[in-house]
Nanobody
């Protein structure tokens, strides 16, 4: 079992930046592929970014060049640096940990981009 706790969300103006963090409870954190997803009101949850256990990264097209996912295995933490934020980035952002058949989710953190 892995507990994931997200933090770092909030209200930011368009063009601003936020860094989300996701702290994992498990010491074998490094073996997990970690991801960020988001869900806007009235919409389905969508994938945002992934960092593998080998630190390869991938992003949905809409956030490429603006968002950066990273991990610190010593701190059991994954980050999502979000720059040049747009109103359409407004959503609840969820952290995900996946290994083999195991799939875990955090409780989410709200990001609101508005002037």
């Amino acid at each position: 079992q892995v507990q994931l706790v997200e933090s770092g969300g909030g209200l930011v103006q368009p063009g601003g930046s936020l860094r989300l963090s996701c702290a994992a409870s498990r010491s074998a954190f490094s073996i997990y592929n970690m991801g960020w997803y988001r869900q806007a009101p009235g919409k389905q949850r969508e994938w945002v970014a992934t960092i593998t256990s080998g630190s390869s990264t991938s992003y949905r097209e809409a956030v490429k060049g603006r968002f950066a996912i990273s991990r610190d295995n010593a701190k059991n933490t994954v980050y999502l640096q979000m720059n040049s934020l747009k109103p359409e980035d407004t959503a609840v952002y969820y952290c995900n940990a996946m290994y083999a058949i195991n799939n875990y989710w955090g409780q989410g953190t709200q990001v609101t981009v508005s002037s």
